[in-house]
């Protein structure tokens, strides 16, 4: 119940496509939904996040949508660029603030 | 204070041995977090502090594995009789409490090898 499915494994686009990560969760009391962005060798980074009583956030070329009802969330990158080239993972907080991370998407973004 | 700092980046060490890895996190936050990554995975959750107190341990933190955060501001974690299978980049995390989303930030990692 504390799992976070994410999917795909790995995306490979074109500069300025728009790549989607799709994640999904089984705990209805997860209550704060944010994505990370990791480059090889380093910690993951924050990138945007989202609660469940919002549909829909949008930061930059970064938006997240939210289905609460299907329990999945999504995550869409707007004219990407060959620098968004990364792992990028979906997570959720448990009460605790403790986070659950999904498996992670691997982006190539090619010019 | 520019963000979480570990200590050290890398670390080599033979079968059997122990190990320890240093945690600053940012100075005005009261959680502290220890997660660990294998190559091609997600962060797991191993254990974490509020202030000084360790609050909650991972079944994947075994006996080997302790954590310290004494005065609530740095933490270590120690890995005792290192195996293969510690290979692994550990990684640290801070958030405050006193805000509604708390979002965390992580540290570079500590990559451990275990030869």
């Known amino acids: 119940q504390q799992q976070v499915k994410q999917s795909p494994q790995s995306l490979i686009v074109q500069k300025g496509g728009i790549p989607i990560i799709n994640c999904a969760y089984e705990n209805t009391a997860f209550d704060y939904f944010p994505w990370y962005q990791q480059f090889p060798g380093k910690g993951p980074a924050l990138l945007i996040a989202?609660?469940?009583?919002?549909s829909e956030k949008k930061e930059g070329r970064f938006t997240i949508s939210f289905n609460k009802s299907a329990k999945q969330f999504s995550l869409h990158i707007m004219d990407s660029q060959p620098g968004d080239s990364a792992t990028y993972f979906c997570?959720?907080?448990?009460?605790?603030?403790?986070?659950?991370f999904g498996t992670g998407t691997r982006l190539q973004v090619f010019p | 204070d520019t963000g979480v700092s570990q200590n050290p980046r890398h670390k080599i060490t033979k079968r059997g041995q122990n190990v320890t890895f240093r945690c600053d996190p940012i100075s005005e936050h009261n959680r502290l977090y220890w997660y660990r990554q294998t190559l091609g995975q997600g962060p797991e959750f191993l254990t974490y502090?509020?202030?000084?107190?360790?609050?909650?341990k991972s079944r994947l933190l075994s006996d080997r594995f302790s954590a310290e955060r004494p005065k609530g501001s740095f933490s270590t974690l120690e890995i005792q009789r290192t195996e293969q299978g510690d290979s692994a980049m550990y990684l640290c995390?801070?958030?405050?409490?006193?805000?509604?989303?708390?979002?965390?930030?992580f540290g570079q990692g500590t990559r451990l090898t275990v030869v």
């Open positions: 989202i609660r469940p009583d919002v």
């Open positions: 995390a801070s958030s405050s409490q006193t805000r509604r989303n708390t979002e965390a930030f």
């Open positions: 997570a959720s907080r448990y009460n605790t603030d403790k986070l659950i």
């Open positions: 502090f509020q202030n000084e107190a360790q609050l909650e």
